[in-house]
C-alpha cells in the first residue's frame, strides 16, 4: 500500500506439488547439477509410486511429500523458480501462511 498498489492476489499452494511435472522438476535439477547418475536417480525416486490406504499407487507426477530431505529440497528449488519468474515480471510479492 505504501509503493501505491491497489491490487492484492491471494494463492493456495495446496496442491501444487502434486501436480507438478516431474520433467519440469528435473530440468530445475539439470540446471545445477551436472552429475547424470544422481539425476537418473531421482527421477527413479520421483516415479517410484507410494501406498495410499495399502494400495500401490503410480506417481507420474507431483513431487513427494512428507519425505524429508528429499520433499522441502524439491519444494525449494520449484519455489526459488517460481520466485524468480515473479521477479522477472516485476510483480511483489510475500510468502506467508494463512491460518484459521
Keep these: 500500500m505504501k509503493e501505491g498498489r491497489t491490487w492484492a492476489v ?3 499452494l ?4 502434486d501436480e507438478i511435472s516431474h ?3 528435473l530440468r530445475l535439477i539439470c540446471r545445477k547439477v551436472a552429475d547424470e547418475p544422481f ?3 531421482l527421477a527413479r525416486l520421483l516415479k517410484a509410486g507410494v501406498i ?3 494400495e ?4 507420474n507426477r507431483g513431487c513427494p511429500q512428507g519425505s524429508p530431505p528429499l520433499s522441502p529440497i524439491l519444494s525449494n528449488i520449484v519455489l526459488n523458480e517460481l ?7 516485476s510483480l511483489r510479492y510475500c510468502w506467508g501462511r494463512i491460518t484459521s
Design 83 to 89: 520466485d524468480h519468474n515473479l521477479e522477472e515480471r
Design 10 to 12: 491471494t494463492v493456495d
Design 56 to 59: 500401490f499407487e503410480k506417481t
Design 39 to 41: 539425476v537418473a536417480l
Design 14 to 17: 495446496q496442491s501444487f506439488f
Design 52 to 54: 495410499v490406504n495399502g
Design 23 to 25: 520433467g519440469f522438476i
